[in-house]
């Protein structure tokens, strides 16, 4: 059974840092390209950042790129998403997801797994 479990989340004012960690079971986990996507209520999930299976390829949305960085531990099975310089508009339930597949994607419906998100509060 495929299990992506969250963690580190919590409330920190702007400007601050969080680093969020997925750990994966389950699944072969070098065979898999690892996103980061984000929600806030009656807003659809948005694509925060992914990586390729090797680590060597990432992506990041607008909004985030040069404040986050994906990264991957094989030996641990783990994906990571270290955020910067926190924005309020940052606040969402954040959740990592797997996809059986080389080639970056930014399409939430192209994952094949799903983590139960963690939440990430930023106060102004």
């Known amino acids: 059974q495929v299990q992506l479990v969250e963690s580190g989340g919590g409330l920190v004012q702007a400007g601050g840092s969080l680093r969020l960690s997925c750990a994966a079971s389950?699944?072969?986990?070098?065979?898999?390209?690892m996103g980061w996507f984000r929600q806030v209520p009656g807003k659809e999930r948005e694509f925060v950042a992914a990586?390729?299976?090797?680590?060597?390829?990432?992506y990041y949305a607008d909004s985030v790129r040069g404040r986050f960085t994906i990264s991957r531990d094989g030996a641990k099975n783990t994906v990571y998403l270290q955020m910067n310089s926190l924005k309020p508009e940052d606040t969402a339930v954040y959740y990592c997801?797997?996809?059986?597949?080389?080639?970056?994607?930014?399409?939430?419906?192209?994952?094949?797994?799903w983590g139960q998100g963690t939440q990430v509060t930023v106060s102004s």
């Open positions: 997801a797997a996809r059986d597949s080389g080639v970056i994607t930014v399409t939430n419906t192209l994952y094949d797994y």
């Open positions: 389950g699944l072969t986990f070098s065979r898999y390209g």
């Open positions: 990586t390729t299976r090797s680590g060597g390829g990432t």
